[in-house]
């Protein structure tokens, strides 16, 4: 009898900070995860995509540049609702009328760098996110990603010297033309076991299929005892 490890799934997530449907396709993703929790052992992360990567630094109001990144207040007033009313179903409160400032996201990209090397991208990514679309904090602002990061674990004063440098400014870069090279024009888009790509704040149910179709072809990897004695 063969002692079978959990097959590993591993997703690589492509989003910025600022798209409201990548923050409920995590959420949608994680509920996915969750129900099969126990069924694969799963590895994310995050790669950078900057919605608008000519932002000046400081960033533009946020109503004026979405009103006319959507056409009029009418229309922007409609997306904004709706966006808020999906995020909602999924737990999540999305307070625009606390947002003043649409931010050049490359620092924020450079954090979530910074924090995958620390061990701690997830909390990170999440922190942002809830940064940015509940509490409505300026991410142009280097103090306010210190201390986002900081609350993570991050080591505020080594953040600091980073993010204050042009450390990891050209790494992010390059992923994010590598992103483009796969042909990727719109976030979320989620690669799985770097084979599968799915666009788009999918259902979790979406998800789940999809792990169940890629467990039929996966082969569990790793250390095994077995009857033979070859192994251990």
């Given at each position: ?9 591993n ?14 396709g ?12 126990n069924?694969?052992?799963?590895d994310?992360?995050y ?7 000519e ?5 533009r109001n946020?109503k004026?540049?979405?009103v006319r990144k959507?056409?009029?207040e009418d229309?922007?007033?409609n997306?904004?609702n709706?966006v808020?009313?999906?995020a ?6 999305f307070?625009f ?6 931010p ?5 990209h450079?954090?979530i760098q ?6 701690k ?8 996110f ?15 990603l210190v ?7 991050l080591?505020?004063?080594?953040l ?12 992010v870069?390059?992923?994010?033309q590598e992103?483009?090279k796969?042909?990727?024009?719109g976030?979320p888009?989620?690669?799985?076991n770097d084979?599968y790509?799915v ?8 998800f789940?299929?999809a ?10 990897a790793g ?6 004695g070859?192994?251990c």
């Amino acid at each position: 009898m063969k002692i079978i490890n959990k097959p590993k799934i591993n997703i690589g997530i492509v989003s910025d900070v600022v798209c409201p449907w990548c923050y409920i396709g995590k959420r949608r993703l994680e509920k996915a995860i969750a129900a099969m929790e126990n069924e694969f052992v799963f590895d994310i992360a995050y790669y950078p995509f900057e919605l608008n990567s000519e932002m000046p630094e400081e960033g533009r109001n946020n109503k004026e540049y979405l009103v006319r990144k959507f056409g009029s207040e009418d229309q922007y007033q409609n997306i904004i609702n709706h966006v808020s009313r999906v995020a909602a179903s999924e737990g999540l409160e999305f307070n625009f009328d606390k947002q003043h400032v649409a931010p050049n996201t490359r620092n924020a990209h450079r954090l979530i760098q910074f924090a995958k090397e620390q061990g701690k991208q997830l909390p990170v990514v999440e922190a942002l996110f809830k940064a940015y679309f509940t509490d409505g904090v300026d991410l142009s602002r280097l103090d306010n990603l210190v201390a986002i990061g900081g609350a993570c674990g991050l080591d505020k004063n080594e953040l600091s010297t980073w993010l204050s440098s042009d450390a990891g400014r050209a790494e992010v870069v390059f992923a994010e033309q590598e992103m483009q090279k796969l042909g990727i024009s719109g976030v979320p888009f989620y690669i799985i076991n770097d084979k599968y790509g799915v666009s788009g704040a999918q259902p979790a149910e979406m998800f789940m299929n999809a792990f169940r179709d890629l467990q039929k072809e996966m082969v569990a990897a790793g250390e095994a005892c077995d009857i033979d004695g070859k192994n251990c």
